[in-house]
């Protein structure tokens, strides 16, 4: 049984659609999803946790959303980029009005946790630093023994060194609770660091490259980066994503494809996979607007 | 809901909710428009819903284990029952005022006396209010300004519309004015119509607000 299966989510806005989003989560396993600005990333998770209205289904360890939806979110922890609610109350007032939703709240588990993060309840929200405020809200979601942590942008706005312990602390929860974890982000090094796999959106649309939720290690090794010293030796090959780069062009090209040994190849990262794919699909977007 | 309105209580409602509650002694002031009292009931709404969305409250009740439409209706309720306390409180201090001060002294040369009849206008007011401001509020819980101020400029119109009917009408001006002691059948039946038109407006109000919230994206 997966964690979360999202079938088919839609949502069309005048200016952007989210476009039948497909994918999963498997149990344990921490999944990111990436995508540029504006792509969708946040509108999928609203449409998961029903913040918006959108079409399609979502089911939570087997439960559909919307038939079991109080059961369901009893078992989700969502932690929407750090902790903007409430900025003039203290943690205590707010942990006070949260714990009583869940039946299964543990307040020994949250003062653990509270020690851990080193946090203050009789501080303000608004006292508190990103990185504090992004570990109040885990330990609210933690708390009552949610078994789904959703997250959207959790690391945006920390500096590297509390977006670290942020990965260290999730892997610890997924390693000790057994959590299944998906977060959005567009820091792919967070990612790297923790993700298993990676549902990759692009303009609305789960990017064909990776239809469902896809082994990260797979992704990287479906492509390779080469290197070349003209755009004319680069479409021969049918490079992906052509860009000039300082010294001539730069394209993927898909990892088992035989090319000549003039061409210069290296390991595709992340991030260049995301850059040239998403070159890639703009320009075909262009072509087709014309 | 019960935990809903709880949080509603600790975490959403305005200190000044509180603190307009005992404006319910303004009934004790000469000449006065009694029924103004009500419309600072219906500011403290606005500032609970500019509090709600400073705090960003509605997202974070939406992630909790609740149904939307829950949502509106919790935070009516919780308005109700603010309503309905300032309501209980007028009519008291009112009937203080009747209790203590000499009959002469409790003619009200700029509207209404403070009986049961203004508690029944007030009823009528903030029953006008509700159906105004929350479908409007819910439909887009960001925008604060405009179902207020529509709502505000209703309710001053109601209020005109009562004072008018204090200096031309006999049955406002006579029977349901002053003391409860006069004529206290009509007066009783004034408040009677005044609480049922509240009842009426405000159930209306809320399956309005939560038709209207199920729509809303966040």
Sequence with gaps: ?????????????????????SFFVKQGHISGLIGRNGVGKSTTIKGILRLINAEGSVSVFGKDFLKEEMVVKQTIGYVGGGFRYYPMNTLAAIRKAYAPFYSTWNQSKYEKFLSQFELIESKKIKELSEGMKVKFALALALSHGAKLLIMD???SGLDPLSREEFCDIILQLVGEEGVSVLFSTHITSDLMRIADDIVYISQGKILAACPLACPLKELLCKYKLAHFSSLADASAVNAIGVKAVKKGYEGL??????????IAVTDATIDNIIVHLEKENEEKKHVKSN | MLNLIKKEIALCVHPTAFIFLFFAVLVFVPNYPYEVIFFFSCLSIFFCCMMT??????????????KKEHIPFAK???VFGLQCIILLLVGVIAAIKGAVLPAEQYVNQAGISANLVLVGNGAILLGTFNLIFFPC????????????????????FVIVVFIVLRWV????????????SENTGAKSVALAIGIVIYAVLSAVSCKLSIKNFQRVDL
Excluded: H, W
């Design chain 1, 253 to 262: 090209l898909p990892r088992d494809m035989q090319i000549s040994e003039s």
């Design chain 1, 1 to 21: 049984m997966n964690a979360l299966e999202v079938r088919e989510l839609t949502k069309v806005y005048p200016e952007f659609t989210l476009d039948k989003v």
């Design chain 2, 169 to 180: 009408t006999p049955l406002y001006s006579t029977t349901l004015n002053g003391l409860n």
């Design chain 2, 76 to 78: 009516m309720l919780v």
């Design chain 1, 153 to 155: 942008e959790p690391t």
């Design chain 2, 53 to 66: 969305r400073e705090n960003g409250d509605i997202a974070f009740s939406c992630a909790l284990p609740v």
């Design chain 2, 137 to 156: 509020y819910f439909k887009k819980p960001d925008k604060i300004g405009v179902p207020f101020v529509i709502g505000a400029i209703v309710v001053f």
